[in-house]
T-cell receptor, first 111, second 115 residues
Framework: TQLLEQSPQFLSIQEGENLTVYCNSS?????LQWYRQEPGEGPVLLVT?????EVKKLKRLTFQFGDARKDSSLHITAAQPGDTGLYLC???????????FGEGTQLTVNP | SAVISQKPSRDICQRGTSLTIQCQVD?????MFWYRQQPGQSLTLIAT?????????ESGFVIDKFPISRPNLTFSTLTVSNMSPEDSSIYLC????????????FGPGTRLTVL
Protein backbone atom coordinates (compact mmCIF):
# COMPACT_ATOMS: atom_id res chain seq x y z
CA THR A 1 0.00 0.00 0.00
CA GLN A 2 1.29 3.43 -0.94
CA LEU A 3 1.15 6.07 1.82
CA LEU A 4 0.04 9.68 1.45
CA GLU A 5 0.82 12.27 4.14
CA GLN A 6 -1.46 15.28 4.29
CA SER A 7 -0.80 18.51 6.20
CA PRO A 8 -1.86 20.43 8.10
CA GLN A 9 -4.42 18.24 9.87
CA PHE A 10 -6.35 21.24 11.21
CA LEU A 11 -6.50 24.79 9.92
CA SER A 12 -8.55 27.67 11.29
CA ILE A 13 -8.29 30.98 9.45
CA GLN A 14 -10.16 34.24 8.98
CA GLU A 15 -12.22 35.05 5.94
CA GLY A 16 -10.08 36.55 3.19
CA GLU A 17 -6.88 34.73 4.09
CA ASN A 18 -5.03 32.39 1.77
CA LEU A 19 -4.04 28.83 2.62
CA THR A 20 -2.26 25.82 1.20
CA VAL A 21 -2.78 22.13 1.95
CA TYR A 22 -0.10 19.61 1.07
CA CYS A 23 -0.08 15.92 0.22
CA ASN A 24 3.24 14.13 0.04
CA SER A 25 4.39 10.61 -0.65
CA SER A 26 7.56 8.72 -1.43
CA UNK A 27 5.60 6.75 -4.03
CA UNK A 28 4.47 7.66 -7.52
CA UNK A 29 0.74 7.86 -8.18
CA UNK A 30 -1.01 7.47 -11.53
CA UNK A 31 -3.32 10.32 -10.65
CA LEU A 32 -4.42 12.30 -7.64
CA GLN A 33 -7.84 13.52 -6.60
CA TRP A 34 -8.93 16.19 -4.16
CA TYR A 35 -12.25 15.89 -2.34
CA ARG A 36 -14.22 18.12 0.01
CA GLN A 37 -16.54 16.64 2.55
CA GLU A 38 -19.15 18.33 4.70
CA PRO A 39 -20.70 16.80 7.83
CA GLY A 40 -23.28 14.13 7.06
CA GLU A 41 -22.28 13.83 3.42
CA GLY A 42 -19.91 11.78 1.34
CA PRO A 43 -16.74 13.27 -0.14
CA VAL A 44 -17.37 15.37 -3.24
CA LEU A 45 -14.77 15.29 -5.99
CA LEU A 46 -13.13 18.67 -6.70
CA VAL A 47 -10.48 17.76 -9.25
CA THR A 48 -8.35 14.99 -10.71
CA UNK A 49 -4.77 15.70 -11.78
CA UNK A 50 -2.98 13.21 -13.97
CA UNK A 51 0.12 14.73 -15.52
CA UNK A 52 3.29 15.61 -13.57
CA UNK A 53 3.50 19.38 -13.14
CA GLU A 54 -0.17 19.85 -13.99
CA VAL A 55 -1.97 22.86 -12.55
CA LYS A 56 -5.75 23.13 -12.45
CA LYS A 57 -7.83 26.03 -11.26
CA LEU A 58 -11.37 25.92 -9.94
CA LYS A 59 -12.43 29.48 -9.16
CA ARG A 60 -10.39 30.38 -6.05
CA LEU A 61 -8.88 26.91 -5.74
CA THR A 62 -5.59 26.00 -7.43
CA PHE A 63 -4.42 22.39 -7.56
CA GLN A 64 -0.92 21.29 -8.51
CA PHE A 65 0.51 17.85 -9.15
CA GLY A 66 4.23 17.51 -8.53
CA ASP A 67 6.57 16.91 -11.44
CA ALA A 68 7.39 13.44 -10.16
CA ARG A 69 3.72 12.67 -9.38
CA LYS A 70 4.55 12.04 -5.72
CA ASP A 71 3.01 15.14 -4.20
CA SER A 72 0.22 17.65 -4.66
CA SER A 73 -1.00 20.91 -3.20
CA LEU A 74 -4.30 22.73 -2.89
CA HIS A 75 -4.16 26.52 -2.59
CA ILE A 76 -7.24 28.55 -1.69
CA THR A 77 -7.21 32.28 -2.29
CA ALA A 78 -9.35 34.64 -0.22
CA ALA A 79 -11.03 31.88 1.75
CA GLN A 80 -14.73 32.17 2.55
CA PRO A 81 -16.83 30.56 5.29
CA GLY A 82 -18.39 28.36 2.61
CA ASP A 83 -14.97 26.75 2.09
CA THR A 84 -15.20 25.17 5.54
CA GLY A 85 -14.99 21.39 5.39
CA LEU A 86 -12.76 18.33 5.41
CA TYR A 87 -10.37 18.30 2.47
CA LEU A 88 -9.03 14.94 1.39
CA CYS A 89 -6.38 14.07 -1.13
CA UNK A 90 -6.39 10.60 -2.66
CA UNK A 91 -3.81 9.02 -4.91
CA UNK A 92 -4.57 6.34 -7.44
CA UNK A 93 -2.02 3.58 -6.96
CA UNK A 94 0.00 2.57 -9.97
CA UNK A 95 -1.28 -0.99 -9.57
CA UNK A 96 -4.89 -0.12 -10.37
CA UNK A 97 -8.00 1.86 -9.43
CA UNK A 98 -7.39 1.55 -5.71
CA UNK A 99 -7.19 4.93 -3.93
CA UNK A 100 -4.95 5.80 -1.01
CA PHE A 101 -6.35 8.64 1.07
CA GLY A 102 -4.45 11.24 3.04
CA GLU A 103 -5.39 11.87 6.65
CA GLY A 104 -7.50 14.89 5.73
CA THR A 105 -7.37 18.60 6.56
CA GLN A 106 -10.22 20.04 8.59
CA LEU A 107 -10.53 23.64 7.43
CA THR A 108 -12.55 26.24 9.31
CA VAL A 109 -12.96 29.70 7.83
CA ASN A 110 -14.26 32.18 10.36
CA PRO A 111 -16.34 35.18 9.21
CA SER B 1 -20.31 11.34 -13.01
CA ALA B 2 -22.55 8.96 -11.09
CA VAL B 3 -25.36 9.41 -8.62
CA ILE B 4 -25.12 7.06 -5.66
CA SER B 5 -27.66 6.43 -2.94
CA GLN B 6 -27.24 4.50 0.29
CA LYS B 7 -29.75 3.02 2.68
CA PRO B 8 -30.13 3.46 5.57
CA SER B 9 -28.65 6.92 6.05
CA ARG B 10 -28.15 6.19 9.73
CA ASP B 11 -28.97 3.53 12.29
CA ILE B 12 -28.52 2.75 15.95
CA CYS B 13 -27.99 -0.94 16.64
CA GLN B 14 -27.50 -3.22 19.58
CA ARG B 15 -24.29 -5.10 20.21
CA GLY B 16 -24.25 -8.55 18.61
CA THR B 17 -26.70 -7.77 15.82
CA SER B 18 -25.99 -7.28 12.12
CA LEU B 19 -26.83 -4.48 9.72
CA THR B 20 -26.92 -4.58 5.93
CA ILE B 21 -26.20 -1.36 4.06
CA GLN B 22 -27.36 -0.96 0.47
CA CYS B 23 -25.65 1.02 -2.28
CA GLN B 24 -27.44 1.85 -5.54
CA VAL B 25 -25.85 3.57 -8.56
CA ASP B 26 -27.74 5.25 -11.39
CA UNK B 27 -25.59 3.65 -14.08
CA UNK B 28 -23.64 0.46 -14.65
CA UNK B 29 -20.15 0.58 -13.19
CA UNK B 30 -17.39 -1.96 -13.04
CA UNK B 31 -15.66 -0.94 -9.84
CA MET B 32 -17.46 -0.46 -6.54
CA PHE B 33 -15.78 0.02 -3.18
CA TRP B 34 -16.73 0.10 0.48
CA TYR B 35 -14.99 2.43 2.94
CA ARG B 36 -15.16 3.12 6.66
CA GLN B 37 -14.67 6.60 8.09
CA GLN B 38 -14.48 7.69 11.71
CA PRO B 39 -16.10 11.15 12.12
CA GLY B 40 -13.68 13.91 11.12
CA GLN B 41 -11.09 11.42 9.93
CA SER B 42 -9.99 9.99 6.63
CA LEU B 43 -11.32 6.98 4.74
CA THR B 44 -10.15 3.40 5.11
CA LEU B 45 -10.87 0.97 2.28
CA ILE B 46 -12.69 -2.15 3.46
CA ALA B 47 -13.01 -4.03 0.20
CA THR B 48 -13.60 -3.91 -3.52
CA UNK B 49 -16.98 -5.33 -4.49
CA UNK B 50 -16.61 -7.52 -7.56
CA UNK B 51 -19.58 -8.42 -9.72
CA UNK B 52 -19.91 -12.15 -10.13
CA UNK B 53 -17.12 -13.06 -7.74
CA UNK B 54 -16.05 -12.70 -4.13
CA UNK B 55 -15.09 -9.28 -2.86
CA UNK B 56 -11.43 -8.40 -2.43
CA UNK B 57 -10.73 -7.43 1.18
CA GLU B 58 -8.02 -5.14 2.51
CA SER B 59 -5.71 -6.07 5.33
CA GLY B 60 -7.57 -6.09 8.62
CA PHE B 61 -10.98 -6.78 7.12
CA VAL B 62 -12.47 -10.26 6.66
CA ILE B 63 -15.47 -11.66 4.85
CA ASP B 64 -17.02 -13.17 7.98
CA LYS B 65 -17.23 -9.74 9.60
CA PHE B 66 -18.05 -7.69 6.48
CA PRO B 67 -19.79 -9.90 3.91
CA ILE B 68 -20.38 -8.10 0.62
CA SER B 69 -22.73 -8.87 -2.23
CA ARG B 70 -22.58 -7.50 -5.78
CA PRO B 71 -25.41 -9.10 -7.75
CA ASN B 72 -25.19 -6.68 -10.69
CA LEU B 73 -23.35 -3.62 -12.00
CA THR B 74 -25.57 -1.08 -10.22
CA PHE B 75 -26.02 -2.51 -6.74
CA SER B 76 -24.01 -3.76 -3.77
CA THR B 77 -24.55 -4.49 -0.10
CA LEU B 78 -22.21 -4.46 2.88
CA THR B 79 -23.19 -6.28 6.06
CA VAL B 80 -21.59 -5.42 9.37
CA SER B 81 -21.90 -8.63 11.37
CA ASN B 82 -21.94 -9.30 15.11
CA MET B 83 -21.51 -5.63 15.79
CA SER B 84 -19.64 -4.09 18.70
CA PRO B 85 -19.29 -0.43 19.71
CA GLU B 86 -15.95 -0.37 17.86
CA ASP B 87 -17.90 -0.75 14.61
CA SER B 88 -19.54 2.62 15.14
CA SER B 89 -18.50 4.61 12.11
CA ILE B 90 -19.61 6.05 8.79
CA TYR B 91 -19.72 3.51 5.98
CA LEU B 92 -19.40 4.79 2.41
CA CYS B 93 -19.68 3.16 -0.95
CA UNK B 94 -18.01 4.56 -4.03
CA UNK B 95 -17.77 3.81 -7.73
CA UNK B 96 -14.91 4.34 -10.14
CA UNK B 97 -15.83 5.92 -13.46
CA UNK B 98 -14.11 7.59 -16.38
CA UNK B 99 -12.10 6.28 -19.28
CA UNK B 100 -9.21 5.44 -16.96
CA UNK B 101 -11.38 4.41 -14.04
CA UNK B 102 -9.36 6.74 -11.85
CA UNK B 103 -12.16 8.95 -10.57
CA UNK B 104 -14.29 7.83 -7.66
CA UNK B 105 -17.67 9.18 -6.68
CA PHE B 106 -19.07 8.58 -3.22
CA GLY B 107 -22.44 7.90 -1.75
CA PRO B 108 -23.72 10.03 1.14
CA GLY B 109 -22.68 7.45 3.72
CA THR B 110 -24.40 5.45 6.43
CA ARG B 111 -23.78 6.59 9.99
CA LEU B 112 -23.81 3.57 12.28
CA THR B 113 -23.90 3.73 16.07
CA VAL B 114 -23.57 0.50 18.04
CA LEU B 115 -24.66 0.54 21.67
Amino acid sequence: TQLLEQSPQFLSIQEGENLTVYCNSSSVFSSLQWYRQEPGEGPVLLVTVVTGGEVKKLKRLTFQFGDARKDSSLHITAAQPGDTGLYLCAGEETSGSRLTFGEGTQLTVNP
Amino acid sequence: SAVISQKPSRDICQRGTSLTIQCQVDSQVTMMFWYRQQPGQSLTLIATANQGSEATYESGFVIDKFPISRPNLTFSTLTVSNMSPEDSSIYLCSVAVGARGDTQYFGPGTRLTVL
